[in-house]
C-alpha cells in the first residue's frame, strides 16, 4: 500500500460520501454535512452543520476551523467511521494494465533460453487466478498496546503466501469480465490457516525485548502478590488474585483478521509450438503470472467447469 | 440523504471473540477465529462492497494504527478542540499524573492530590486514553450517590465519553461505562452481578471509605475484576498506617508487602512511620498526591469580608431569650438529646422564621402539657417584622453588580431571602437537596444564563461546581468549619479565573460572632490550604464532634470573655493539630 497522508484519507472519505469540500482560504475547507452523516461521526446527538477544518494547528486556531491532524478527534471521528466500513470486497487487475506482446516475447525468450530451443505461439488466451487479500491486525499487548496492520495475499490456486505489496490503485471493483478464473484449490480456511501460521512465525522472530520486560515485571508483582498472601490463609482469593494478575500482565499478540478481499489478477496462457535443436516438436501450454514474473506449466492448471 | 454510500455489509466484528491460542516461550499468541468466519460467511453471501471503500478503510486500518505508537498522550490531541469549546485548560500537574499512571504505573494508582486539583479530570484523561489506545471498553466508575451525576455531565462534557447512570440491575451487564454508586453496587443482588464481570477498568471516587479492610465496600471492591484501577480521594491516609495499608493491598496487593513485614519495616506507632524514606519510595510506584503551592497550579485569591449586622432592640431581646430557653432545655437534657437544641440556637442567628418553624416542631412533638415558653417564644417571634440580616444582605446587593451565591444551613431562611431579594427586582434561583439530580443541573444552566443570585442550602453547596460565580454570601455560618470549606470550594477550585470574595453576614453580640472569631481570626480557616483542613480535623478528632464541643463552650458559658477564652483554647488545640499534620508523617507522598 502506498504511503498514506491523512488529507489524502479525509477528502477521498469526503468523495465517496459524494460531498465536495470547498477551500474557503488557503489550507481551510468548509463542507455542509447533513444530520445522517454528522451522526454517523459524532453520535446520535448531533445535527447537519457547517464543518469548516484544516490540517494546520496554527490555521485551526487562527480561524477556529476544526484541526485534523494526527490523533485529533475530528481525524479519529472519521476514521472510526470509515473502519466501520468494507469488511469484504473484490477486484480484479485488467490485463489491459499489462502490455501483452512483450509478455508474449519475454515467455518466448525465456523459453527459448532455458532449453536452447525455438519456440512459437500457436494461440494465447487469459485466465485470472483467484487470491485472498487479507488485512491483519496484529497488537502487541502488555500493559500497553501496539498495533501494526500486515495485508499478506494467499494466491486460492496454489495456496502459495505472498508478502509483496500489490498495487491497489491499478485494480478495478468487482469480478473480471472473462469468465475464466482457475480452479480454487486451497478453501479459504486453509488460506486463513496460513496467513496465521506465517504472522505467528513473523512475530515469533521480531524483537521480543517487549515481552521479556513484561514476564519480569510479572515475575516481580508475582512474587509480592506472594509475599502479600504470606498471612492469608484464603487459598481461593490467592488463586483469583494470581489469575488476575497473569490476565493483565502477561505479554501476548493477538491477530485479528481486520477486512479481506478476493483479488483476481490475470495470468497469461500460451500453447506454444517448441523446436528443439535436434528437429523435434513438442507443443507446451504455458501459464505466465505478471504479478511474480513466473512461468508455470499446464499440467497444474485446469479450467473450470 | 440517505447513506447508500456507505457500505456497511456485516456487523462490526466483535472485540470480545472467540480464539485460539498459541503459547510461544515468552509470549502467548491469540488468533482470532470468528472475524475470519464472518469476512467467509459475506463471501457465501456475496456481499461485497466497492473496493474503493475497501481500500479506504484498509488506508483507515494504517492510520489508526500507526497513531498508536505516540509515547505521547493521544487524548490530549482528540480532546483539544473540545476543551477549547467548554474551556477546559488542562494543568501540567494533571498531564503529568495521567502520563505516569499511564506509563510507570501500568493503569493502577491511587489519584491522591488535595481537593480542587482535578482528580476528576486526571481520571477522565486517563480513561479516555486508554479508551482511545483500544485497551479499555468495560469500565465501571464507582462514587458516593451525590457525585453519580456529576461524574456523568464531567465525562460527557470534558471527555466525550458516554455513560450510563445505574439504575436498574440490567445496567450492570448492559453499559460499556458505567456510573454508579458504592452504597447501591456492594448490596445484593448486585454485587453478585457485578463481581462475574470482567472489567477493563474500575475508578472509585472518594476512595477513603475503603481504609477498613473488614468493610462490606472494602470486601466488594477487593472481589471486583478488574484490569486497570483507579482510586481516588484527597485523603489517603487519617489515622493509622493500616488504613494507608489496606487501600494500596487493595489495588496492588502486596506492594507493601505482608502485613506482618509492613508493621515490622515500616510502622513505629499507628501514626508514626519507621523508615519513611522508603516507605515513600514504595508509595510513589503506586500513588500520585499533587499538592497546591507547589507551583503546579496557580489558585486566585480568596478575600473574606466580614460584615457585622447589629440587630434592632426586639431582635436582640429575642435572640436573649431563645438562647435562655436552650440553655435552660439543655441543662434538663442527655447529650444526646440536645441536637434540636444546638439546631435552634444556630438558627436564631441565621432567621426567627427558621426559629420559628423547629419551635412549632418541639412544640408538636412535646408530650401534654405543652412547655409555656414554647408556646410564648413563638408568639413573640410572630411579632417580628424586621430582620436586620436581610437588610444587611439587601444593602450589600446593591454593591454587587456580577453573580452571587448565597448560602444559608435553613430551607426557611433560604425561601425568606428569595422572597426579600425577588421583591428588591432581583431575579433569584433556589438550590437545594429536595431538587433531582436533572432539576440540580438545570438551575446551575439557568443560574449561569440568566439569574444574578442563587440560593442555596448546605446540601447544594456538595457536589456542583460554580466556577463562573465568584462571589460567595454567607447568610449564616455554619460551625462546622468543612461545611464552610465545601460551600466556597464550589467556587474557588480549578477553572476559577478570578479572585473569590467571601462575604459574612455576622450578627453582633451573637454565637455568631464567637464562631466567626475562631473561624477567621484564630484558626483562620479561610487562608487555609483545601485539604489541610480535612486534615487537621480528622486528626484531632473532631470531624464529627466539632459542633458539640463548641456547643458545649457556650452552654457553660455566659459571659463573653469566657466564651472568647474557651474557644482561644479550642483554637490552639487546633493550631496544634496542624502543626503535628505538618511535623508528622503524612509528608510521605
Known sequence: MRDISIPDVVFEFFRLCKLEPLEIRKGVWQVQIDDVLMKELDGWRAKG??????????????????????????????????RKQATL??????????????????????????????????????????????????SFVTHQKEEQIQTPLVNLASGKLLSFSIPTHLFCSGRPPSENISRRKTTYKQAYTSVYHHLTQEVSLMDSTWAAEALDRLQEERSKLEAYYEDHLDEQKRAEKTRELIKRASPKVQIRAIRGAVLYIPLFQYRLMEVLKNGQESIRTIYYDPVSNSLEEAATKTRPD | ??????????????????????????????????SFTQIVSQIRKKQFDTWDWFLLAAQADHLSASQQHFSELIALDYLADRWRQVGVIPYPHQIKTAERVMYEMHGQAILADEVGLGKTIEAGLILKEYMLRGLVRKTLILTPASLVWQWYQELYEKF??????????????????????????????????????????????????????????????????KKYCLMLTATPIQNDLKELYNLISLLKPGQLGSYRSFKSRFVQDKRTPKNPQELKGLLSKVMIRNKRGEGTVQFTKRVVHPIIVSLTPTEKELYQRVTHFVKQSSSKKSRTNILPLITLQREVCSSFLATGLTLQKMMDNAEEPVPPNIASLLSELAQVKQNSKC??????????DDKVIIFTEYKASQEYIRYRLERAGYTTLGFDGTLSRGKKEWTRYMFQRSAQVLVSTESGGEGLNFQFCNQVINFDLPWNPMRLEQRIGRVHRLGQTRDVHIYNLITKDTIEEHIMYLLHQKINMFEMIIGELDAILLHL?????????????????????????????????????????????????
Do not use: C
Not at chain 2, 474557651?566 to 493550631?575: A, K, T
Open chain 2, 541 to 589: 478528632k473532631l470531624n464529627r464532634s466539632f459542633e458539640s464541643e463548641l456547643m458545649e463552650i457556650f452552654l457553660k458559658h455566659d459571659q463573653a470573655e469566657s466564651i472568647r477564652k474557651e474557644l482561644d483554647l479550642f483554637g490552639s488545640r487546633f493550631l496544634q493539630g496542624q502543626k503535628e499534620i505538618k511535623a508528622s508523617t503524612w509528608d510521605l507522598f
Open chain 1, 89 to 138: 470486497s473484490h477486484a480484479y487487475l485488467p490485463h489491459t494494465v499489462f502490455h501483452e506482446p512483450s509478455i508474449r516475447r519475454k515467455v518466448t525468450q525465456r523459453l527459448g533460453d532455458e532449453r536452447a530451443s525455438k519456440v512459437y505461439v500457436l494461440t494465447n488466451s487469459l485466465l485470472y487466478d483467484e487470491y485472498l487479500w487479507m488485512v491483519m491486525s496484529i
Open chain 2, 160 to 225: 466525550n465519553i458516554i455513560s450510563g447512570i445505574q439504575r436498574s440491575k440490567w445496567d450492570w451487564e448492559y453499559a460499556d461505562t458505567l456510573i454508579a454508586s458504592l452504597d447501591t453496587a456492594k448490596r445484593e443482588p448486585h454485587a453478585a452481578l457485578i463481581t462475574e464481570i470482567p472489567y477493563d477498568m474500575i475508578i472509585i471516587d472518594e476512595a477513603h471509605k475503603l481504609k477498613n479492610s473488614s468493610t462490606a465496600s472494602f470486601k466488594f471492591v477487593n472481589s471486583l475484576q
Open chain 2, 1 to 34: 440523504m440517505d447513506l447508500s454510500y456507505l457500505p456497511i455489509t456485516g456487523s462490526p466484528v466483535s472485540q470480545r471473540e472467540a480464539h485460539q491460542e498459541l503459547q510461544l516461550p515468552q509470549f502467548t499468541v491469540e488468533i482470532s477465529q470468528s
Open chain 1, 49 to 82: 452543520r457547517l464543518l469548516q477544518f484544516t490540517f494546520d494547528k496554527k490555521l485551526a486556531e487562527t480561524y477556529g476551523a476544526e484541526l485534523i491532524g494526527p490523533g485529533s478527534y475530528r481525524i479519529n471521528s472519521i476514521l472510526e467511521l470509515i
Open chain 2, 391 to 400: 437588610d444587611a444582605l439587601e444593602k450589600l446587593m446593591t454593591q454587587l
